[in-house]
């Protein structure tokens, strides 16, 4: 594309944003009232001038020129007036700080092949969340992705904090919801009783900059946590199994560490599972309920748990499974022939409960800080849909997520600050996991 190319697409791109902002004003004066004062009192001031015009302008003056200049001023004069509109709307039309967006996004690299950068076209208040502010972009044929790659040059260059970013219009502009940089998610978030969902097993994770995260489990029955030591994830796990037992849920918990991270407060309320061969009894139990389960709704004809419990009034409760360090289980490495059948066993019902619990209500959290693709088969994984991690490497993140995201958009030094498998960020709620 030779630089005369790209000056006529710059100048086309130009006069169709100058169109653009003519528009916007003309809404603006209609939605707002300043703006549609500022627009009459500049139509009312130029009325007045037309009218006394030969007042202002004293005419008189110039003798035998006199018809001439009044001839002059009186083409002039409406022109001036009609431009000085279009001026003022294009004003009213233009977002605050679009030439600054706009520069500091060329600055970046967020380009096309044209050399333009995205223009900004609004700025506003999300109505849904007002601590959020929505820029609305034309991409100049940027697509999505290129913003996603470039995200956090993007939130440089706007300096923003990124929420999410998303197509409007039929992919006619871009939208990014983001705060000030000053504005980032606390570091800490106590754990209040308010937080408590009153929807049916929904458990509430922590907080977004688009508002409160949460699970349905009803939905999305089985969650899998990632991060390395230290990043918070046992801490998210105790919150989850907290919410989980508070909604009426039987929580079992594999802690082979002697139940060290759970105080004794838990023991008393969960099913504890602290040996190999105590675990493959309780799966053992567990998939035997879930056949038992599968076979009361088949004869009733209701399509989960919720349903049979509204038809038949039997109140069957969700039970959950949960284990701190999934490897634990799974990990073959220096097993004999023995350990490694028994963790075959293990590994097969977690594989059934992970692909048919969701309709009988039995779920799995499972979390790990291995960094080891082999840890985790796939047909466990591929039916973990909720996947959170926190502070970890790219091998660990890309096993959590199938990105490296975690590793590139967490900070090294941060605790509680987890992202989703849809690119969202949160800060955990901390829960000191005794008030159960």
């Known amino acids: 594309m030779t630089r005369t190319d790209k000056d006529h697409i710059n100048k ?47 005419l008189d003056n110039y003798g035998m020129f006199s018809p001439v200049l009044e001839a002059v001023i009186n083409l002039l004069l409406p022109l001036y007036s009609v431009g000085g509109l279009l001026a003022l709307l294009v004003l009213l ?7 600054e967006a706009r520069e500091g996004l060329q600055r970046v690299g967020l380009t096309n092949h044209a050399g333009e950068a995205p223009v900004l076209l609004s700025k506003y208040a999300d ?11 034309d991409p100049c044929g940027i697509p999505l992705k290129e913003w996603e790659d470039k995200r956090a040059r993007v939130e440089t260059a706007l300096d923003s904090i990124i929420a999410k970013m998303e197509w409007g219009e039929g992919r006619k502009i871009i939208r ?19 937080y408590l969902s009153p929807d049916n097993f929904v458990l509430v994770l922590g907080e ?6 949460t699970v349905n489990l009803a939905h999305i029955p089985h969650v899998l946590l990632g991060g390395s030591t230290g990043s918070g994830k046992s801490v998210l796990l105790k919150l989850l199994l907290m919410q989980a037992l508070r909604k009426g849920a039987e929580v079992y918990i594999a802690d082979f560490k002697g139940g060290v991270d759970f105080p004794k407060a838990w023991h008393g309320k969960c099913h504890m599972v602290f040996r190999e061969d105590d675990l493959l009894y309780v799966l053992g139990q567990l998939t035997a309920v879930l056949e038992y389960r599968k076979g009361r709704l088949a004869e009733t004809g209701c399509p989960n748990i919720d349903a049979y419990n509204e038809a038949t009034g039997d109140g069957l409760p969700r039970l959950v499974f949960a284990c701190d360090e999934v490897a634990e289980l799974l990990d073959r490495t220096g097993m004999d022939k023995e350990q490694k059948e028994r963790a075959s066993q293990i590994e097969s019902k977690l594989a059934l409960i992970a692909r048919q619990g969701r309709a009988f209500g039995i779920h799995l959290i499972l979390a790990t800080q291995r960094p080891d693709a082999t840890i985790i088969p796939g047909q466990i994984r591929n039916n973990l849909d909720f996947r959170v991690c926190g502070r970890a490497d790219s091998v660990l993140s890309q096993i959590i997520l199938d990105s490296t995201a975690a590793a590139d958009q967490i900070p ?5 600050r987890f992202l989703l498998h849809d690119g969202t960020v949160f800060q955990g709620y901390w829960f000191d996991g005794d008030g159960i």
């Open 12 to 58: 086309r791109t130009e006069n169709r944003h100058l169109l653009r902002r003519m528009k916007t004003g003309l809404t603006a004066v209609k939605d707002t009232p300043y703006k549609g004062l500022l627009l009459g009192a500049y139509l009312t001031g130029a009325v007045l001038v037309w009218l006394f015009r030969g007042h202002l302008f004293s």
């Open 93 to 99: 039309g233009t977002p605050w700080g679009g030439r």
């Open 127 to 137: 109505g849904d969340n007002p601590r959020l502010t929505v820029w609305e972009f």
């Open 176 to 194: 990014v919801y983001a705060v000030p940089a000053a504005s980032d998610l606390p570091a800490l978030l106590p754990w209040k009783d308010k």
């Open 208 to 213: 977004s900059l688009l508002g409160p995260v």
């Open 412 to 416: 090294k030094d941060a605790r509680g």
